[in-house]
């Protein structure tokens, strides 16, 4: 069955640095989209970033674009997601999502990030 | 940006009782929306995408309708399990995603 696996969530000061990964499984990971949606404490959804089943194209919400860098690594079946300049705004439990057809089907359990002095 | 509101915020309903959610965007998606529920410290889950298509294993109790820009989820008999928070989202003006705020369902 389909799973995935966040890893790489904790507190960290403003202004710093976190790597984000995603471990999948059940699937031909290098057949699809991938793609980061964020849930801040208490909130709603919202999309991050999302990249193409090669690596070949990314995209970015404008709240991270700039800041935010999504990679993959299809010999691995792993998904990154490089956060700098991390705001206390950023702070959210990040979810990794299989993205399809514009839907994202499958979710992790997500990994909870914290940005705070 | 395309802005997608869901109504009402609460839905206060009986176990047993019909529930109908509903979800509006800022200008017309076509049939390009979906649905998730999302139980509490859980992960999101599909429910409904191209606005009436049910996703694998998803109850038949769960039905979208709708298009262009009103749209609604109706869970026909409520069971315990179904009383979690719901999100529509919109992938018409893909790739910027947006979804709604969310509706949750009480007893």
């Known amino acids: 069955q389909v799973q995935l696996v966040e890893s790489g969530g904790g507190l960290v000061k403003p202004g710093g640095s976190l790597r984000l990964s995603c471990a999948a499984s059940?699937?031909?990971?290098?057949?699809?989209?991938m793609s980061w949606v964020r849930q801040a404490p208490g909130r709603g959804l919202e999309w991050v970033s999302y990249?193409?089943?090669?690596?070949?194209?990314?995209y970015y919400a404008d709240s991270v674009k700039g800041r935010f860098t999504i990679s993959r690594d299809n010999a691995r079946n792993s998904l990154y997601l490089q956060m700098n300049s991390l705001r206390a705004e950023d702070t959210a439990v990040y979810y990794c999502?299989?993205?399809?057809?514009?839907?994202?089907?499958?979710w992790g359990q997500g990994t909870l990030v914290t940005v705070s002095a | 940006e395309i802005v997608m509101t869901q109504s009402p915020a609460t839905l206060s309903v009986s176990p047993g009782e019909r529930a109908t959610l509903s979800c509006r965007a800022s200008?017309?998606?076509?049939?390009?929306l979906a649905w998730y529920q999302q139980a509490p410290g859980q992960a999101p889950r599909l429910l409904i995408y191209g606005a009436s298509t049910r996703a694998t294993g998803i109850p038949a109790r769960f039905s979208g309708s709708g298009s262009g820009t009103e749209f609604t989820l109706t869970i026909s008999s409520l069971q315990s399990e179904d009383f979690v928070v719901y999100y529509c989202?919109?992938?018409?003006?893909?790739?910027?995603?947006?979804f709604g705020g969310g509706t949750k369902v009480e007893i």
């Open positions: 990249i193409w089943s090669g690596g070949t194209n990314t």
């Open positions: 989202e919109q992938y018409k003006d893909w790739p910027l995603l947006t």
């Open positions: 059940g699937f031909t990971f290098s057949d699809y989209y």
């Open positions: 999502a299989r993205f399809i057809g514009g839907r994202f089907d499958f």
């Open positions: 200008q017309s998606v076509n049939s390009n």
